[in-house]
């Protein structure tokens, strides 16, 4: 029903800029971007839900920011002063109101449709 498809990524040094979107077909509630480096779990990162609320992961406060286009159905993920630890596949992902309401953002398994994913790449 929902399809999110990604656009954005690549490689950058660090201190660098990176823009990350996302635009989905059909109806979405609660909009989220995760990221997942080798060998680890994957982690929230910004979330958009009820009334505009936003959430950020601790390690990317003050330096990402989440936004949308409710005309054209568009999230966006704006990363700044980019860190080589930033490095990992990032994914958009939708998911029901419920997540917004209670503050779930960080919650991969209660997001349903995922983007395919791109990769970011931060160099030192």
């Known amino acids: 029903q929902v399809r999110l498809v990604q656009s954005g990524g690549g490689s950058v040094q660090a201190g660098g800029s990176l823009r990350l979107s996302c635009a989905a077909s059909?109806?979405?509630?609660?909009m989220g971007w995760f990221r997942q480096a080798p060998g680890k779990e994957r982690e929230g990162v910004a979330g958009?839900?009820?009334?505009?609320?936003?959430w950020y992961a601790d390690s990317v406060k003050g330096r990402f920011t989440i936004s949308k286009d409710d005309t054209k159905n568009i999230v966006f993920l704006q990363m700044n002063s980019l860190k080589p630890e930033d490095t990992a596949m990032y994914y958009c992902?939708?998911?029901?109101?419920?997540?917004?309401?209670?503050?779930?953002?960080?919650?991969?398994?209660?997001?349903?449709?995922w983007g395919q994913g791109t990769q970011v790449t931060v160099s030192s």
């Open positions: 958009i839900g009820n009334h505009g609320r936003t």
């Open positions: 059909g109806e979405t509630n609660v």
């Open positions: 992902a939708a998911g029901p109101s419920i997540v917004g309401t209670m503050g779930w953002f960080d919650r991969a398994a209660m997001f349903g449709v």
